[in-house]
């Protein structure tokens, strides 16, 4: 990389403030950086997060349990009472 060169990162946000894309950094003399995009529920929980180099993760809440799924398939499972423990 040159001295003077710029590295730009954008985001990209919805009408309720929430962020829907971020790309990653780039340098300037770049026309398409990657980008990885962000979808919600109707309660404004992330549901799924599509990574730029193709990976999904997803999120699903079901009561009290909330379960994620890792791109690399890995998946984790939450228990929280009405008090967040």
Same mark, same amino acid.
């Given at each position: ?27 300037s ?39 994620? *799924?890792?791109? *690399?398939?890995?998946?984790s ?9």
């Amino acid at each position: 990389m040159k001295a003077g060169t710029w590295i730009y990162k954008d985001a990209e946000y919805d009408s309720a403030g929430r962020k829907i894309s971020e790309s990653v950094p780039y340098l300037s003399s770049e026309t398409s950086p990657l980008v990885s995009t962000i979808k919600y529920d109707s309660l404004n929980r992330v549901i799924e997060i599509s990574q730029a180099d193709g990976g999904i993760g997803k999120t699903e809440y079901d009561g009290f349990k909330t379960s994620s *799924t890792h791109p *690399t398939r890995h998946v984790s499972h939450e228990f929280k009472n009405g008090w967040t423990r």
